[in-house]
């Protein structure tokens, strides 16, 4: 009897609906893996409430990882862009080999990062990503929005035409600014195993960012697989068939 194949959990990043992460649920759902898309709670503007925070996000895909894991599951998490932070944050606790110390069945086997803002320990999003771009404005009710998107979108969607790249960035939302303040509390990379889609010409989490993070995650002696591809940073835009390619590797599974 063949063993299961674990469900994924794809995190989108900051200011994105899931919609564009669906090419991806659906080219891993062909290969036969259960993925669940998993809607920030950080995107998109909410009347009348406060703005909610990064943690809201992690509470959001913690719950939804720990009732997979309940079931016996095991899980994948699959982050990109700031859904790095969010998926270390919720993972705490959910570590599969972390649970098996406690009797219990199922857990997270491993983050597959795309190419993600990993912080380290007590850092925050904006501890690695510095001053928000001069196209993003952050109003009054604790938003931020793109107000530039001729702008932003030729260095988030760099792979694309002018006017492919400018649609899709039509379709990103409001995001709340709390998120990017608040500090990691959990390195999730040194008790699950990691990998990491380094995307060479990405223009909004360059290179040499991405650089520093996988040396981030590694300086305590932990190995992160790593998949180098040319591809700007919206891969889930331009590339999606290649993040499933990779996505099947990181899990042994011949693409």
């Known amino acids: ?43 998109g503007r909410r009347e009348g409430v406060l703005p909610p925070g990064m943690y ?6 913690a719950a939804l990882a720990t009732q997979l894991a309940d079931e016996g599951k ?44 990993v912080p380290r320990e007590g850092q925050a999003l904006a501890d690695l990503s510095g001053e928000m771009p001069d196209y993003v404005t952050l109003g009054e009710d604790g938003y931020l929005s793109i107000t530039n998107l001729a702008k932003s979108a030729p260095i988030t969607f760099s792979s694309l035409t002018p006017d492919e790249a400018l649609a899709q960035a039509e379709q990103l939302s409001q995001h709340s600014a709390l998120s990017f303040a608040q500090k990691l509390t959990y390195p999730a990379y040194k008790d699950i195993p990691v990998s990491y889609l380094f995307c060479e010409d990405d223009k909004l989490v360059t290179p040499a960012q991405q650089e520093a993070i996988i040396a ?32 099947r590797k990181a899990l042994g599974d011949a693409a």
């Open 74 to 117: 095991d899980v994948v998490l699959v982050p990109h862009s700031y859904g790095g932070l969010v998926a270390c944050e919720a993972a705490k606790g959910l570590a599969k080999n972390i649970r098996e110390r406690e009797g219990k069945a199922g857990g997270i086997v491993r983050i597959v990062f795309v190419t993600a803002v």
């Open 1 to 43: 009897m063949s063993t299961p194949k674990p469900t994924i959990i794809v995190i989108p990043g900051s200011f994105s609906p899931l919609t564009p992460y669906l090419p991806i649920i659906s080219g891993l759902q062909a290969h036969g893996y259960p993925v669940h898309g998993v809607e920030l709670v950080t995107v």
């Open 216 to 247: 981030g995650m590694e300086s305590g002696g932990k190995t992160v697989q790593r998949f180098n591809v040319k591809a700007d940073h919206a891969i889930n835009v331009s590339q999606p068939e290649t993040v499933v390619d990779m996505v």
């Open 56 to 61: 809201d996000d992690a509470a959001k895909v």
